[in-house]
């Protein structure tokens, strides 16, 4: 018995129970009194007064409960506005910035149109400062009208520094089995350093790298160089 009036379900009902029944009271004397039109009248005024009531509490908690939300993260966004949140996740400026200043000795690009490193990509003025600290860039690309129509391009941003630019070619079908979109290896040949970064097209958000897990820039790594071993295409290490 002591457990049954310790549960508020219970409860509720009861108490629903004895309000229902003390209102039928009421309502019915109030019915012998003044009459039924009356009754409802005044019901229907109760009921849209105590509507008003309930929407006027809810919006004054709504607006206050906003207030203190928006405080929240105002006071988040300033404590952190100068903080990288993810330090796996670059936007285009931040990525260009780490290559920028990067110690690498060499640097892997998969690239399958080579429009980050040709035209009037912004990625130029940063490769030509990497390339100034003695840093070796390795293209590999598909053999396609697309990059043969800018291969000459790359050549001239490189053309005081062609000892440090490797470019190998694989067969259309061989490269887009190993990515449709842009890879940047940092350190290749060192373990402990290999760094894998991808680029993705986020929707209505531009363009983004992210960087790969260790274990699978590994194993990434691993790939390329088996497809081009298969391929007896020589790779300078």
Known sequence: MKNIFQNKEVWFNFLSAIIAILLSVVLNQIYTIVGFKILIVSLLFIIILFGFNTLLILNLTKNKFTKEIDSIISLMLEKYKDTKVNSWLYNEAEIAEFERTSKYSKIILLS???????????????IKNVLLKGTKYCYIVPDSEIIN???????IIFSEHLEQLEIIFLPEDIFYSLTTTHIVIYEPDSSKSRKVVIELSVL?????WIEVSKDYGDLMFGKILRVIKTHNIAYKQ
Do not use: A, E, V
């Not at 399958?112 to 940063?126: A, E, Q, V």
């Not at 209505?204 to 983004?208: E, K, N, P």
């Open 204 to 208: 209505d958000s531009g363009y983004w």
């Open 112 to 126: 399958p149109d080579l429009k980050n490193d040709t035209g009037n990509s912004p990625y130029i003025d940063m």
């Open 149 to 155: 129509s800018r291969i000459n391009d790359l050549k």
